[in-house]
């Protein structure tokens, strides 16, 4: 799958999958809440087949497929339900951290455990009649995923007892996604009384009081394309926010500082090809996600880079870290591999070999994205399974092409 080294899109992109799923949680409270936004990639697909099902009540199997984010939201939404509930998972889904799931779940009065079929892990069990009134504050466990704590405040609609949450850690890793979770309770309506960070209080009997609510662009869509354009030719998306709770819509500043030619006029994103790369020092502990592409950037600029404070990558659709080394070590980039990032030398020039290299993206839709990226510097990989970006950003084959 290779590129001729041009690239031009103009146009609007789907809503972001990160507040789809929020909203689509919030909204199995209160059918009348209207959502605004659509997304056909897989994770927001499990996430509106499953819900159908958690309101028809009684035991309840469902498939969240690969999807980490949709698996957390279900495991907590689904344990508001009485009975015994069967949520599976792929293996590689699975083997990523889930017990502080099963530890927020034993403290509201709920029994879950993971579930193996053949000698591998395909779903987990949760049992109980709802939630019950913890005795000391529920404590959850923050330095692996914000997602634990995102999933019960989704969850925590309508309950008769006040529900006192302390956060082992308040700064830990996606935070802007745990604001993000916030913001969008509030707005819909969920009353909760914040003493810190670590410590909040969700109000009993909150209800959702917005009528209508809308999701915005995915902006992390928008840095797949606009990193296309970076390299490729030119990128104008015309409904990105100017202002965002996600935490990617740091790539606008992350590309200034780089010397990109963009501009951003309300809604208005345009992002040309730019020669001449700065290399930078970038903490991307709020927004990992950013992490394969802008090392493939960081690898094409003109000196050295150094990406940090993400020791979580490991701990997402792939081992990003790893897996980020290998398609750079495809290409001849030079770098240095640390437990929460990379040095990058900078200086790439890919030079296509004969044959095409094959590229194993890992079951990652963010790899497979940042091998295209190298394809249209000039590179000749071979992506494996490039169907992968289907479950965030389905349309970007055709755009890309």
């Not at 992109?13 to 056909?40: C, D, H, M, T, Y």
């Not at 993206?361 to 510097?377: E, F, G, K, T, V």
Request: aromatic fraction near 6%; charged fraction near 20%.
């Amino acid at each position: 799958m290779v590129a001729d080294l041009s690239f031009q899109f103009c146009g609007t992109l789907s809503a972001s999958k990160s507040e789809l799923n929020r909203l689509l949680i919030v909204q199995s409270f209160a059918p009348q809440l209207q959502v605004l936004g659509g997304s056909a990639c897989d994770d927001v697909r499990y996430m509106r087949e499953a819900l159908k099902v958690v309101l028809q009540g009684g035991d309840i199997s469902l498939d969240a497929g690969s999807a980490g984010t949709t698996f957390r939201f279900l495991a907590l939404r689904l344990s508001r339900v009485s009975g015994r509930h069967l949520l599976r998972g792929s293996e590689s889904l699975l083997k990523r951290p889930q017990a502080e799931i099963i530890a927020v779940l034993s403290q509201l009065g709920v029994k879950a455990w993971l579930v193996k079929e053949g000698g591998r892990l395909t779903g987990m069990i949760i049992e109980g009649n709802g939630w019950i009134q913890p005795k000391n504050p529920l404590k959850i466990d923050g330095r692996e995923s914000s997602q634990f704590a995102s999933a019960v405040l989704l969850a925590a609609w309508g309950l008769p007892f006040d529900l006192m949450i302390e956060r082992s850690i308040a700064t830990g890793p996606s935070q802007g996604y745990f604001d993000m979770t916030i913001g969008t309770l509030k707005n819909a309506g969920m009353q909760i009384h914040m003493t810190s960070q670590s410590f909040l209080t969700v109000l009993a009997g909150s209800r959702v009081t917005a009528l209508s609510m809308k999701a915005e662009v995915d902006v992390s869509s928008a840095f797949a394309v606009a990193a296309l354009g970076v390299v490729g030719g030119k990128a104008t998306i015309k409904n990105f926010p100017a202002r965002s709770m996600q935490p990617d819509q740091v790539f606008v500043s992350i590309l200034q500082k780089m010397g990109v030619d963009i501009q951003l006029d309300g809604e208005v994103l345009i992002v040309n090809r730019t020669a001449n790369l700065a290399g930078i020092d970038q903490d991307l502990c709020g927004a990992p996600d950013l992490f394969p592409l802008l090392a493939v950037l960081c690898s094409l600029a003109k000196s050295p880079s150094r990406l940090f404070g993400a020791k979580h990558l490991i701990h997402k659709e792939s081992n990003r870290l790893r897996e980020t080394a290998a398609l750079l070590t495809c290409v001849g980039a030079r770098f240095d591999l640390h437990d929460d990032g990379m040095t990058i030398h900078g200086g790439l020039i890919p030079i296509p070999l004969k044959d095409a290299h094959p590229f194993d993206p890992a079951q990652d839709h963010r790899m497979a994205m940042a091998a295209a990226l190298l394809n249209l510097a000039g590179a000749n990989l071979k992506i494996l399974t490039p169907e992968v970006v289907d479950k965030s950003f389905p349309e970007f084959w055709d755009l890309f092409s």
